[in-house]
């Protein structure tokens, strides 16, 4: 053989070897934070109380399945989305049917649904909704009265979990990436434009290590692993949830990274992950959660709320600076908030077909 | 003469009346026929045996259906109908449990009913028929397909066969509340 084509070949192998690789972090890659140093002290604390409240039943004629995901408008009124139904259903903002919109299938302004327990909707500035449609690669754009506006489709080989599409003042989508970020920005008409942050952000993972097997399943964005919400000024956050990590940007440039790490918080988790790793089987991946919710404060869009999942639900508020600001913490809640907005805290218990409103005791 | 005309007549309006008797006849056999095999129970029949035995051995029979608006689910494994539909059968039973009765029949064997149960986390109690063989004929079950039946004083309301959707579930959760009114007025 001659020596180029041995050359080649060896090249060749090479880049064979690299682009199986491509893309899959082995156990060396990662970085475990075993006990980190608190980052904040949880002091302030704030009571949320109950102010409304409706479960299963809507009225007479209306009913919830399983809902799953809601946003509230400027107005109060609320969009939830029913998994159950494949429904989009509007309450106003004393939690009253208004109306009910989206059909099943694969048609315009139809979406297959999915029982996915997890964001897809998003209202723009401009009021329209959003909903993410990945089993059809869609985002389907409704009017307030759920008129099918238009349909922007998402790029081939997309689909992930079920995502929830953002939208800025400039009409770009922001989603769960599919080509190996974090974060994916497209124009309006649904053209690839850039991705934020590279899969090194799963790379840290703080008190919680993943067994080496399933190290892959964790370092894709997703629902549970990504947040992300607009900021005003052309502003971006994205939350990770492996290492409890705020990024910040500004015109799409990072301009802020920290940690989010409250010593209570931190500690009780620590035991969750304890507990867990007595008990868990060698074939299950599950990662305990400390946060299944994150967003940004709607009304003044200069604070976002971290949900606990451990013990009753309790919001971290934070400044965009990093700093903890206050714990506001329920009584006995355990259902899931997903949107601060018009002075109050939307959220759902889907297994109770619940959808209930919070707000600060003053 | 005219007494030809009349004997005409006569024979017209007879011939006519035997063959008018004849299609009632035949309607009604055919009637009988398609009704004796159709897979379902139609509303407003009556379901005369229930022997049922659950997974601690509790033994049920008609008179259970008395007394409340009765929710009934029939599923077989394996059948992807009932898997799909064990999310809304869970969430009927769930909103109405006080309100109603709810049987889940598994016609499959035995064990796999306890299996089922275990794994689906079902809500509501799951039985299975003391004699499969009669249980089926006497609800006219015919088909390896999930069937959703709403019952009350007596006679059925409604019965679902395969998948339910979303408009499903909501008829049948109006239909059961606007029974409890009844029961209750």
């Known amino acids: 053989m001659k020596t180029s084509n041995r050359i080649l070949f060896a090249l060749y192998i090479l880049i064979l070897m690299y682009c199986i690789t491509m893309g899959d972090l082995t156990a060396a890659d990662?970085?475990?934070?075993?006990?980190?140093?608190?980052?904040?002290?949880?002091?302030?604390?704030?009571?949320?109380?109950?102010?409304?409240?409706?479960?299963?039943?809507?009225?007479?004629?209306?009913?919830?399945?399983?809902?799953?995901?809601?946003?509230?408008?400027?107005?109060?009124?609320?969009?939830?989305?029913?998994?159950?139904?494949?429904?989009?259903?509007?309450?106003?903002?004393?939690?009253?049917?208004?109306?009910?919109?989206?059909?099943?299938?694969?048609?315009?302004?139809?979406?297959?649904?999915?029982?996915?327990?997890?964001?897809?909707?998003?209202?723009?500035?401009?009021?329209?909704?959003?909903?993410?449609?990945?089993?059809?690669?869609?985002?389907?754009?409704?009017?307030?009265?759920?008129?099918?506006?238009?349909?922007?489709?998402?790029?081939?080989?997309?689909?992930?979990?079920?995502?929830?599409?953002?939208?800025?003042?400039?009409?770009?989508?922001?989603?769960?990436?599919?080509?190996?970020?974090?974060?994916?920005?497209?124009?309006?008409?649904?053209?690839?434009?850039?991705?934020?942050?590279?899969?090194?952000?799963?790379?840290?993972?703080?008190?919680?290590?993943?067994?080496?097997?399933?190290?892959?399943?964790?370092?894709?964005?997703?629902?549970?692993?990504?947040?992300?919400?607009?900021?005003?000024?052309?502003?971006?956050?994205?939350?990770?949830?492996?290492?409890?990590?705020?990024?910040?940007?500004k015109n799409n440039k990072l301009v802020k990274k920290f940690n989010v790490w409250p010593e209570k918080l931190f500690h009780a988790y620590k035991d969750i992950v304890n507990k867990y790793k007595a008990s868990v089987k060698e074939d299950e991946d599950i990662k305990p959660l400390y946060c299944m919710s994150f967003f940004v404060d709607k009304d003044d869009e200069k604070h976002f709320y971290m949900e606990s999942m451990i013990g009753y639900r309790s919001l971290y508020k934070f400044n965009l600076k990093g700093e903890l600001i206050s714990v506001l913490r329920t009584k006995n809640e355990k259902g899931n908030f997903y949107a601060k907005r018009n002075g109050y805290f939307y959220g759902i218990r889907w297994n109770e077909g619940r959808i209930f409103i919070y707000k600060e005791d003053k | 003469m005219k007494g030809k005309k009349n004997y005409i007549t006569i024979l017209s309006l007879l011939s006519a009346l035997i063959i008018a008797l004849f299609i009632i006849v035949m309607q009604a056999k055919e009637n009988r026929f398609l009704r004796a095999n159709l897979p379902y129970l139609l509303p407003k029949e009556k379901i005369t045996s229930f022997d049922l035995v659950g997974a601690d051995n509790e033994r049920i029979d008609v008179d259970a259906l008395k007394g409340k608006p009765s929710l009934i689910y029939i599923f077989q494994t394996p059948c992807s109908a009932c898997n799909d539909n064990v999310l809304f059968w869970k969430k009927i039973a769930g909103i109405l449990k006080d309100d109603i009765n709810v049987f889940g029949i598994v016609l499959s064997d035995y064990g796999e009913m306890v299996s089922f149960t275990e794994e689906a986390r079902l809500n509501f109690k799951v039985y299975y028929p003391v004699e499969p063989i009669k249980f089926k004929e006497n609800l006219k079950i015919r088909l390896n397909i999930a069937q959703t039946i709403v019952y009350f004083e007596d006679e059925v309301f409604r019965v679902n066969m395969g998948n339910l959707n979303g408009e499903d579930y909501t008829q049948i959760l109006k239909e059961i509340k606007a029974l409890l009114r009844r029961k209750d007025s």
């Open chain 1, 30 to 249: 990662i970085k475990v934070i075993k006990n980190p140093k608190p980052t904040h002290v949880e002091k302030n604390y704030v009571d949320l109380i109950l102010v409304k409240e409706i479960k299963d039943e809507i009225d007479e004629e209306h009913f919830f399945a399983i809902p799953t995901y809601l946003v509230p408008d400027k107005d109060g009124n609320v969009y939830v989305y029913d998994a159950g139904l494949n429904k989009i259903i509007k309450l106003d903002k004393n939690l009253r049917f208004v109306t009910m919109f989206l059909d099943k299938g694969r048609g315009p302004g139809e979406t297959m649904g999915s029982f996915d327990r997890t964001p897809n909707m998003f209202i723009s500035k401009f009021d329209k909704l959003y909903l993410g449609c990945p089993g059809n690669k869609k985002i389907i754009v409704f009017s307030e009265e759920g008129k099918v506006e238009k349909e922007i489709p998402t790029p081939q080989g997309f689909f992930k979990k079920f995502y929830r599409p953002v939208v800025d003042e400039g009409g770009k989508i922001y989603l769960h990436s599919g080509y190996g970020g974090v974060v994916d920005i497209f124009d309006p008409a649904g053209k690839y434009l850039r991705t934020l942050l590279t899969q090194d952000a799963f790379k840290t993972f703080v008190v919680f290590e993943p067994q080496k097997k399933f190290i892959h399943n964790h370092t894709m964005s997703g629902t549970l692993t990504t947040f992300y919400d607009i900021l005003p000024d052309d502003g971006f956050i994205i939350y990770i949830t492996h290492s409890s990590t705020v990024y910040l940007f």
